[in-house]
């Protein structure tokens, strides 16, 4: 059966209809058949067919007084002017176009209420992309070391130092010397670029800071000089990280 192919409802015991009853006894199983077929042909006609008695006659393979007696002794089918229809038809149609345009307005319906819910879906999808890319901005800023204060930076240093088997107390005035130098350029390193992790920055630094002995110096000026003297040629060793 085609995919286009329509039905319509039939009664299962429309021969138990009176007009049936009296159209069966006249004309018998035939004239059953041909009203059948005559409502057939009014459902692919919009319940509206032409009386050309001939025309229906030869289509059906029959007489045209067989036809006309169909048409009009049964009280079966009503008439406009050269053309006919059936009241019966007409309710049927009138049914299914209402069924039609139920289904139509519950698919818009759904098709509606699944394209908000789709935009819903949508929006709380970007949302969580907004909110995704703000958390790993913020990730990203948290993961930047903050400046430290001297003693963590000194005490940073002295542990890195002991794990690698330096002496701290050798380079204790040197990275003294080289925290100001940063702390007074704003935290940044001795070619101007700002510092963005200072433990790398120190751990890369310390090979080279000279060890500055303090068992022999008589004065504090002594050792502030000493560590000046130090610092100063290392500064071309300041690398960003």
Known sequence: ???????????????????????????????????????EELYNNANALHLDYDGIAFDLRTESEIIKSVLHDFDLFVFNGDNFGSLSVQNRINNRQDKSQKARDSAYSRWNKNKIDANAVQTQSDSNAIKERKGKEIKGKES?????????????????MIKNGMNFSLYEYSL????SSWVENNWKDGNN??????????????????????????????????????????QQYDNDL
């Open 1 to 39: 059966m085609p995919k286009d192919t329509f039905y319509f409802s039939h009664d299962y015991n429309s021969r138990n209809d009176e007009k049936i009853k009296k159209l069966i006894r006249k004309h018998g199983m035939q004239g059953y058949g041909i009203f059948w077929a005559i409502v």
């Open 144 to 160: 930047k070391e903050s400046k430290p204060s001297i003693d963590e930076f000194l005490s940073f240093c002295k542990d890195d």
């Open 193 to 234: 670029k700002p510092i963005k992790s200072w433990k790398s920055k120190i751990r890369n630094t310390i090979p080279f800071l000279k060890p500055i002995s303090l068992t022999n110096s008589n004065s504090y000026q002594d050792k502030v000089n000493q560590a000046v003297k130090a610092f100063k040629p290392i």
């Open 176 to 179: 003294k010397s080289k925290f």
